[in-house]
C-alpha cells in the first residue's frame, strides 16, 4: 500500500508538472513579442558563449558555404554537451573544409537565454544536465520543457513569433561567424530532431533577409507542414527504419497526412521539394542511433560515418 501511494503521487507529481509546462511554454515567446524580455542576441549572442566558439576550428575568413547546426530537444544551452554530438560535429567539419559550421546556438529560447543561465528555475536546469550527463532519467525534464518549445514553433498561432525570434538567433550566429550578408552564400540548416521543426520555421525570415538558397537537412526531425516549406530550396528528411520518433509528425500534424492535398507538405512533396533518405537500422538517440560511432553496417561504416557521408553528399550535391 505504501509503495502504491508513493507511485502514485509521483505519477501525479509528473502529471503536474507537465500540466504546468504545457501552460508556461508559451509565455517566454509572448514575452519577448511584447518587449518585456530583452533578447541576448541583441548583444552579439549570449553573454555565457563565446563570441568565436567554432570560428578557430575552421580557420578565419568567409567560407564557400555555412552549416547552421539545431541541436535536439536535449540542450540546454548554446554549448554541445552530448559527447556524440560534438564526435559528430567534428567529423562533419572534417569532411567539409570549405564548409563553416556553427554550432553555438540554442535553438529553444527565442530570448537566446541558456536554461542554465539567469532564469527563476536555472538551478533546476542545471540539476537536470548534470544527470543528463551522467544518464539519469532526471534529464529529460529538459526533454520535455524544450519539446513544447518545438510545439510551439509549430503552433499556427504562436509560431510566426517563435520562428521569428528563431530566426533572429541563427542571423545572430552567422554574423558572429563571418556570414557575408547580401552575398547569396548558401545556406545549410541542419536540424537534429526537433531542430528540424525550428528550422523550417525559421526559414522564411531567413531568406527575406539574406536573399540566399537555404537548404533544410532533418536529421531525424519532428516537423509540421510548415509554411517554411514553400522558402527552402529544399527538404532532406533522413530517418532510420527503426526509428519512431520523426513518424510523431505524421501522426499528429493533419498537415502531413496524404490526403491532405492542398497542405504545405504535400504540395512540395508534389513539387519535388522533398527528399527523404532511408538511413538504414538506425534509432533515435544513444546506442543504435544517427550519431553512434560503434554500430556498424554491413560495409563495415559506423551508424556516424554513414550519417556524416550522407549530409556531406547532399552538401556537396547542392553546392556544385
Not at 563570441?51 to 578557430?56: N, Q, R
Not at 559528430?88 to 540554442?106: C, G, Q, T
Not at 529544399?234 to 496524404?258: C, E, M, N, Q
Not at 492535398?261 to 504535400?266: A, E, F, P
Amino acid at each position: 500500500m505504501i509503495v502504491d501511494t508513493g507511485l502514485g503521487l509521483m505519477l501525479a507529481a509528473v502529471l503536474l508538472w507537465i500540466l504546468v509546462a504545457a501552460l508556461l511554454s508559451p509565455l517566454e515567446t509572448l514575452g519577448w513579442w511584447a518587449g518585456w524580455f530583452s533578447s541576448q542576441y541583441e548583444n552579439g549572442g549570449s553573454s555565457e558563449a563565446s563570441p568565436d566558439k567554432g570560428a578557430d576550428r575552421q580557420g578565419e575568413g568567409e567560407a564557400a558555404y555555412y552549416v547552421a547546426f539545431l541541436t535536439g530537444i536535449s540542450g540546454a544551452d548554446e554549448e554541445v554537451h552530448m559527447p556524440q554530438e560534438r564526435a559528430f560535429l567534428r567529423l562533419l567539419e572534417s569532411e567539409l573544409p570549405e564548409a563553416r559550421v556553427i554550432s553555438d546556438i540554442f535553438p529553444y529560447s527565442v530570448t537566446n537565454r541558456a536554461l542554465t543561465g539567469q532564469r527563476v528555475f536555472a538551478w533546476l536546469w542545471r540539476y537536470a544536465l548534470r544527470k543528463k550527463e551522467e544518464g539519469s532519467p532526471a534529464g529529460f525534464l529538459i526533454n520535455g520543457r524544450n519539446l513544447f518549445q518545438v510545439l510551439i514553433s509549430a503552433d499556427h498561432r504562436y509560431g510566426p513569433m517563435y520562428n521569428q525570434g528563431g530566426a533572429q538567433i541563427i542571423l545572430s550566429a552567422l554574423r558572429r561567424h563571418g556570414y557575408p550578408f547580401q552575398s547569396g552564400k548558401p545556406l545549410f540548416l541542419l536540424g537534429l530532431s526537433g531542430g528540424g521543426q525550428i528550422c523550417l520555421g525559421a526559414a522564411p525570415y531567413l531568406k527575406e533577409v539574406l536573399r540566399a538558397p537555404i537548404i533544410v537537412i532533418s536529421l531525424a526531425g519532428v516537423m509540421c507542414s510548415d509554411p517554411g516549406l514553400m522558402a527552402v530550396e529544399h527538404l532532406y528528411h533522413l530517418r532510420g527504419s527503426k526509428d519512431r520518433v520523426p513518424a510523431i509528425g505524421t501522426v499528429i500534424f493533419p498537415g502531413r497526412w496524404r490526403f491532405m492535398q492542398n497542405s504545405y507538405w504535400n504540395r512540395c512533396r508534389q513539387r519535388g521539394k522533398i527528399t527523404l533518405i532511408d538511413m538504414g537500422p538506425m534509432v533515435h538517440t544513444r546506442t543504435g542511433s544517427y550519431l553512434d560511432s560503434d554500430s556498424r553496417l554491413p560495409d563495415g561504416s559506423s551508424y556516424l560515418e554513414k550519417t556524416v557521408r550522407t549530409i556531406r553528399d547532399i552538401i556537396q550535391m547542392e553546392t556544385r
